[in-house]
């Protein structure tokens, strides 16, 4: 927390304290998307933001994002006490979003709806910028159970401005420590199902655990090209990656386009097994093998490739007429 934000905790009227809040430097623009001059606030997330971002946060559920107006709301003290305690958007981004990946745009104030919908979503409600060990899940569970780990994390993030610390661990109820990083991209799909009149928009969905990570829809096309990147926190009890393609309907239930499995443990086995890829020059470590009872075409390598590690996957779609895709998986260390 700021010194000018401590200065703001002496008593006096709420909304003048929010504005002078607001008047800091860092909170004269839209803590997602850089537009001047926020009108709005997440009172439990402890940012200003824009009428555009606004509406946005309001989608996503008061148990997530609770948006007041600086001008017309009335808030408790406990909000202005929270918001103040943060100190602004600059130091509410350091937490939410200190692990942007470096190909990952964010978003302009002249952005499109859905691309503000989708870095919006992923920074709070699916948490992929947090710190990994700061991150919760909570599934399909109720609104009130999900308030409720909000909540944890909130006094978590809360621990975190007071005390900068991050070698502290988490024990509460509700978290879940992470291993690594699993960066998937989604490269192409070919012969995939037709599910309209004569064509598809497919959509690619991957899910680890109770994290559930989307592609864009490519509107009429069998052969959609995507070259796509999702980031997956891998816990430390993983399972298989889970992966679906659908076909994108406005005023019906999404069709089902084949799913299949990807086997992540040859991968990180491999990664652990060589530890620092930087060290080593180009070459194989490892391979995931196809058989009757996985969805490869052909044989997976692992490869150690400038410094990084990767492996190249080709697909056939389970449980539908036809369908392959491709895609690359690339793990990373915590400490990376």
């Given at each position: 927390m700021s010194n000018y934000a401590a200065g703001l905790g002496k008593p006096g009227s709420g909304k003048r304290r929010i504005r002078d809040l607001l008047n800091q430097p860092d909170n004269r623009v839209c803590a997602d998307c850089g537009a001047s001059d926020p009108k709005w606030a997440s009172a439990n997330i402890g940012v200003f933001i824009c009428l555009k971002c606004c509406s946005v946060h309001r989608s996503l559920g008061t148990h997530i994002s609770k948006v007041l107006s600086v001008t017309l709301d009335d808030w408790s003290d406990e909000e202005v006490d929270s918001m103040i305690e943060i100190g602004g958007n600059a130091s509410a981004n350091s937490i939410y979003e200190a692990f942007v990946p470096e190909a990952y745009s964010k978003p302009g104030p002249d952005v499109s709806h859905d691309q503000r919908m989708r870095f919006i979503r992923s920074k709070y409600e699916l948490q992929e910028f947090l710190k990994p060990s700061l991150r919760i899940t909570s599934g399909k569970c109720s609104k009130k159970n999900s308030a409720s780990l909000r909540s944890s994390l909130s006094r978590k993030i809360m621990d975190s401005f007071r005390t900068n610390s991050s070698s502290e661990k988490i024990f509460q109820e509700g978290m879940v420590e992470f291993i690594g990083l699993l960066k998937v991209t989604i490269k192409?799909?070919?012969?995939?199902?037709?599910?309209?009149?004569?064509?598809?928009?497919?959509?690619?969905?991957?899910?680890?655990?109770?994290?559930?990570?989307?592609?864009?829809?490519?509107?009429?096309?069998?052969?959609?090209?995507?070259?796509?990147e999702l980031m997956l926190s891998v816990p430390e009890s993983y399972g298989p990656v889970k992966l679906q393609v659908y076909d994108y309907d406005t005023f019906s239930a999404d069709d089902i386009m084949g799913e299949a499995e990807l086997d992540i443990q040859p991968l990180i086995t491999s990664a652990m097994a060589f530890g620092d890829p930087e060290m080593f020059g180009d070459m194989q470590i490892g391979k995931w093998l196809k058989s009757h009872d996985n969805p490869l075409i052909d044989d997976?390598?692992?490869?150690?490739?400038?410094?990084?590690?990767?492996?190249?996957?080709?697909?056939?779609?389970?449980?539908?007429?036809?369908?392959?895709?491709?895609?690359?998986?690339e793990w990373l260390p915590l400490d990376q």
């Open positions: 192409k799909g070919t012969n995939l199902a037709i599910r309209d009149m004569m064509s598809s928009d497919p959509y690619v969905v991957l899910n680890l655990g109770k994290q559930t990570l989307q592609t864009a829809v490519v509107n009429s096309n069998l052969n959609p090209v995507w070259n796509q997976s390598i692992i490869n150690i490739v400038d410094g990084k590690v990767k492996q190249e996957v080709q697909l056939k779609l389970q449980n539908v007429e036809s369908g392959e895709l491709e895609l690359e998986m």
